[in-house]
């Protein structure tokens, strides 16, 4: 009896081991996840980008429009001192543009400029502030009596009054402004440390999403691996599985046609030698009948006759079939006679010509016996499927290797898809001495089936 191989069955032993539904949820809620928050950082980012753009925009306005109107107020001070100085040293004043209604208008603008500036005013600004006002309050009470000066007057008192009051004021205007320099100069520095302290909480926020997004992706990236490399084992484990029952079953698919083989052989002996030598000698029994039967009986000779003839007949079916299951001269003649009798066959049957051409040749009989199980199949199929009306078997040796080349003219087919038991048999059969096969065939082109065997094992 043949041993029945171990096959595993696909849930014997890993049932449950591929990820199931609920593990790929968590793998996909897992990476969704990650990829949110590396989402909200990057838009977190963005958006702290840009409350600390509008922040800078912010302090850098607010900083033009205390800082700039106090250098332009100060630059506006210092240019009425500098009309008042031109006005004493000026021979003609009036040409010169110096008149009282310029210094009006300096005045004015001035005092335009004091009374716009912003009222929200830190303590050192306003300061600066009443420095500047009172700076200015003394210009125009240097002014009065200069106006009221006659020219004599003017030309006797010009160098005294401008060294001892213009000049000194002056001075005073100076210190004011590099005060109002360095005022601002602080403020650009506590403007761009704010910058830098909002800069600084962006980066330490930043840093710490992104710290918390690479852990999670750490994490999950070697949890991803640890899984990837456990299904991978599991995977390498049933493709050796899979190998090992290929194996087997290669082994019980070789088994079971030897077992074929055998039984075929079994069974035609069984016919030719017990039921062909039982019809025998029951032709023999007939005969020996007929003679001892009187001659005028001739309806009792016409009976054994239609025995005789049923007989014979059951006597060359039972030939054909054990012939069929097992052909005695593939034995006894070798292979070349039983492919012979092989197409015979077929052109009297179907009436397809078969030429044969094989040289002689030694091969196990494995080998004969697949080559004639072959070229039967592949006649057969000729004759029932492909209507043609010639084929050709060619058999022969080429540096040890054994080639068989089974062609027909019939209407062909598509190997790609007609793939039916009667090939697969073939590929078994060839697999299992270690050949390849391979058919062309086209529609409309016939067909040509081409076995290439390695060199026979001794």
């Known amino acids: 009896m043949l041993s029945k191989p171990n096959v595993a069955k696909p849930n014997d032993r890993h049932e449950g081991a591929w990820p199931s539904k ?14 949110a928050l590396m989402v909200i950082a990057g838009v977190d980012a963005l958006c702290l980008a840009r409350q600390l753009h509008i922040q800078e925009e912010a302090i850098h306005e607010a900083f033009l429009a205390r800082s700039q109107p106090l250098l332009v107020l100060s630059s506006s001070i210092y240019v009425y001192n500098d009309r008042m100085q031109e006005y004493l040293l000026s021979e003609n004043p009036q040409s010169d543009g110096l008149t009282e209604q310029e210094f009006s208008r300096l005045t004015t603008q001035i005092d335009s400029r004091l009374k716009t500036y912003p009222r929200d005013r830190q303590p050192e600004e306003r300061e600066i502030l009443e420095s500047l006002n009172e700076l200015f309050t003394e210009q125009q009470n240097m002014l009065s009596p200069v106006l009221a000066w006659s020219e ?19 001075l005073r205007i100076a210190q004011l402004s590099q005060k109002v320099a360095i005022w601002n100069n602080q403020q650009m520095v506590d403007s761009q440390q704010k910058i830098f302290t909002t800069f600084a909480a962006l980066q330490a926020r930043q840093t710490r999403l992104l710290a918390t997004a690479l852990a999670a992706g750490l994490a999950l990236s070697l949890a991803s691996v640890a899984y990837l490399l456990r ?12 190998a090992r029952n290929r194996a087997e079953l290669a082994a019980l698919s070789a088994q079971l046609v030897d077992a074929q083989e055998t039984e075929r052989r079994s069974i035609s002996r069984e016919l030719h030698d017990e039921v062909g030598q039982s019809l025998g000698a029951m032709l023999v ?32 079916t039972v030939r054909n079939i054990a012939l069929l299951l097992r052909p005695s001269m593939l034995d006894d003649l070798g292979l070349i006679a039983a492919l012979e009798w092989q197409g015979r066959e077929i052109s009297r049957r179907g009436g397809m010509e078969v030429e044969i051409q094989s040289d002689e040749m030694k091969m196990p009989d494995e080998y004969k016996i697949c080559i004639y199980r072959l070229v039967q ?29 089974v062609s027909d003219n019939g209407v062909g087919f598509d190997p790609q898809r007609v793939r039916g038991l009667g090939i697969l048999g073939m590929e078994e059969r060839v697999r299992h001495l270690g050949g390849t096969l391979t ?6 082109h016939g067909t040509t089936l081409t076995v290439e065997f390695p060199p026979a094992r001794s």
Do not use: C, M
């Open 22 to 35: 609920q593990l790929r949820l968590i793998l996909l809620g897992s990476f969704g996840g990650l990829l």
């Open 152 to 170: 004599k007057e003017r030309q006797a008192q010009a160098w005294r009054y401008l060294n001892d009051v213009i000049l000194p004021q002056r």
């Open 439 to 444: 058919i062309q065939s086209k529609s409309g």
């Open 285 to 316: 029994e007939v005969g020996r009948l007929a003679a001892l039967v009187p001659s005028e009986n001739a309806r009792v000779h016409e009976h054994l006759e239609k025995i005789q003839s049923v007989a014979k007949a059951t006597v060359e």
């Open 377 to 405: 199949e592949a006649l057969n199929n000729a004759a029932r499927h492909s209507s043609a009306k010639n084929a050709k078997v060619t058999v022969e040796q080429d540096g040890g290797k054994i080639l068989v080349r």
């Open 231 to 242: 299904l991978g084992k599991e995977a390498q484990q049933r493709y050796h599985e899979l």
